[in-house]
C-alpha cells in the first residue's frame, strides 16, 4: 500500500499477558517511529529506528517494552506482561529519513488491556 | 526537557469563522515544527512543517506561523468549516534528534 500500516487495528488482552503489535513503513523509508497516544494525553515517543537499528529508546516506559525492526521495513513492538496502564493507541510513523523529514503515520493499534 | 503546550485544549465556532490555534514549547533549540490533524480513530495527517528557519508555512486555508526565539506557533485557519473538525496537535522535532514532542492537542468543533 501507500501509507503505512498497522495491526492489529485493535487489541483486547487480559492483564499479564504478552502484545505484539506489527507496523509495515512505507516502502523506502528508512526511519521508523513508535509512539502512544494514552487517552486525554499527547503523543508520547517511544522509539525510533534507524535502519534495523534503534539509536535511541530512551522513551520506553519499562523493560517490558522492547522493538525490533527486520531488514530495514516491518517493525514489532512487544509489550510483556501487560499492565492496564499500557492501555492506549499505539501509533507509527515513517520518513524517508532521520533527522526531522516529515513523518507519515499510520492509523495506530488500540491496545485495551483488562 | 522540551514541553509542547497548546492552547485552547477545546474550542467551539460557528461554520465561516476565521481561527487561531496555539502551540508554546519551551526549548528554542528546534528542528522544525509540525502541525497536524487527526480524526477521531484515526492516525495522524500532517498540514504543515515549519524549518527553523521559516517563518510560516501556508497551504489553502491554514497558515502556520513560526517565532522560534519565544517559542510560539499559531495555526491560522480561515472560513473554518465543519469537515475542519477534528483535533489539532503541534510538535517540535529537535536538533540532532529523532523523536519529536507532541502538545496534548485542540479540539475543535466547527458548527453548521
Known amino acids: 500500500g501507500a501509507g503505512v500500516s498497522q495491526s492489529p487495528s485493535n487489541k483486547v488482552t487480559e492483564k499479564g499477558k504478552d502484545v505484539e503489535l506489527r507496523c509495515d513503513p512505507i516502502s523506502g523509508h528508512t526511519a521508523l517511529y513508535w509512539y502512544r497516544q494514552s487517552l486525554g494525553q499527547g503523543l508520547e515517543f517511544l522509539i525510533y529506528?534507524?535502519?534495523?537499528?534503534?539509536?535511541?529508546k530512551s522513551g520506553l516506559p519499562s523493560d517490558r517494552f522492547s522493538a525490533e525492526r527486520t531488514g530495514g521495513s516491518v517493525s514489532t513492538l512487544t509489550i510483556q506482561r501487560t499492565q492496564q496502564e499500557d492501555s492506549a493507541v499505539y501509533l507509527c510513523?515513517?520518513?524517508?529519513?532521520?533527522?526531522?523529514?516529515?513523518?507519515?503515520f499510520g492509523p495506530g493499534t488500540r491496545l485495551t488491556v483488562l | 526537557k522540551q514541553e509542547v503546550t497548546q492552547i485552547p485544549a477545546a474550542l467551539s465556532v460557528p461554520e465561516g469563522e476565521n481561527l487561531v490555534l496555539n502551540c508554546s514549547f519551551t526549548?528554542?533549540?528546534?528542528?522544525?515544527l509540525q502541525w497536524f490533524r487527526q480524526d477521531p480513530g484515526k492516525g495522524l495527517t500532517s498540514l504543515l512543517l515549519?524549518?527553523?528557519?521559516?517563518r510560516e508555512q501556508t497551504s489553502g486555508r491554514l497558515n502556520a506561523s513560526l517565532d522560534k526565539s519565544s517559542g510560539r506557533s499559531t495555526l491560522y485557519i480561515a472560513a473554518s468549516q465543519p469537515g475542519d473538525s477534528a483535533t489539532y496537535l503541534c510538535?517540535?522535532?529537535?536538533?540532532?534528534?529523532?523523536?519529536?514532542?507532541f502538545g496534548a492537542g485542540t479540539r475543535l468543533t466547527v458548527k453548521p
Open positions: 510538535a517540535v522535532n529537535r536538533y540532532n534528534n529523532n523523536d519529536m514532542r
Open positions: 529506528f534507524q535502519g534495523n537499528s534503534a539509536p535511541d
Open positions: 526549548d528554542s533549540a528546534i528542528y522544525n
Open positions: 510513523a515513517s520518513s524517508l529519513g532521520a533527522g526531522g523529514p516529515r513523518q507519515f
Open positions: 515549519i524549518q527553523s528557519s521559516q
